[in-house]
């Protein structure tokens, strides 16, 4: 007999097929909705524990517990609708295989850019060279870390290449040591006979020294690389700030060339640049003459 008055045309067997799904079909939908308030529970509690971890590190660890969570809440619906959580989980497994095999490159960015996170060894703000690049990190994603160079270029290196590759971090231990080379060729040297290089190095230490930007501690120090017959080469090693590195060591290298100048122009020595100002008129002088008829 059919329910014609309830259901229409709806014939009995399909109906009790429905009300045999019915609750099963509500126990899943009940159990996706606790899966949605699960994971807001789990964000929420995530982010209060880990409040004092690093950005990066703390959105990838909510995003993957949110993950993990409605994947459980998913097989545990399945299950509800009475599908087979094991025979789900083998499909599922096959079509991982399949497309790890076709992204595995992608896949090595992924699992680069976990290590990334984890061991961190570099954080955003960071000035880092690595992959062939240099410049300060403006984000650290999963699968790509974005560099800001110095003249304001974004370049994105893909994971894989900064953790299986040599990576320098010139920002993370505070402050860095600059090599300014000085040479003190024969020119330098008026008197050999008693001649001692203590006071030239105390007066490039001093030199430096007074520079606002060097610091006092470490000390500078001044070392002899290399010596020959007709010079003697120094490294001139005062320390900065991370940060300011490369504003200081031009402004030394600026200051050890302008003192350079300054002891070896005397008598007929001048600086390079009146030197070359002199050698340019001599050229054109003798050019000049060269065309002279007689």
């Known amino acids: 007999m059919l329910l014609y008055p309830l259901f229409g045309l709806i014939p009995e067997q399909v109906l009790t097929q429905i009300l045999l799904l019915l609750p099963k079909i509500l126990s899943a939908i009940a159990v996706l909705v606790l899966t949605r308030f699960a994971i807001r529970l789990v964000s929420r509690v995530m982010n209060q524990t880990l409040r004092k971890t690093e950005t990066t590190l703390r959105k990838f660890l909510i995003q993957a517990a949110e993950t993990s969570t409605l994947i459980v809440g998913t097989l545990a619906a399945l299950n509800a609708l009475g599908i087979e959580a094991n025979s789900l989980v083998a ?3 096959a079509a991982g295989l399949a497309i790890g095999l076709a992204w595995r490159d992608t896949l090595s960015h992924f699992a ?20 062939g690049v240099a410049g300060l ?12 160079t110095p003249d304001r270029v974004k370049i994105i290196v893909p994971n ?12 993370t231990l505070g402050i860095r040591r600059i ?16 001649y001692s290089l203590d006071p030239t190095i105390e007066e490039l230490l001093e030199l430096v020294k007074a520079h606002p930007l060097v610091l006092s501690e470490p000390a500078p120090s001044c070392m002899v690389t290399a010596i020959s017959p007709k010079s003697t080469m120094l490294s001139l090693r005062p320390w900065c700030d991370a940060e300011c590195y490369e504003q200081t060591r031009s402004d030394l290298q600026k200051l050890v060339q302008e003192w350079w100048w300054r002891s070896v122009a005397v008598g007929d020595r001048e600086p390079p640049s009146k030197q070359d100002d002199k050698k340019g008129d001599r050229d054109r002088e003798r050019s000049r003459s060269n065309w002279l008829p007689w």
């Open 91 to 93: 499909v599922l497994g």
């Open 112 to 131: 680069s850019g976990v290590m990334l996170i984890t061991m961190r060894p570099f954080e955003v703000g960071d000035r880092i060279e690595a992959a």
């Open 179 to 194: 090599d300014v080379t000085v040479e003190l060729d024969d020119r330098f040297f008026k008197d050999t006979a008693n």
């Open 137 to 148: 990190v403006d984000t650290i994603g999963i699968f790509s870390t974005t560099i800001i």
């Open 160 to 171: 894989a290449q900064l953790f299986n590759g040599t990576l320098k971090n010139t920002t």
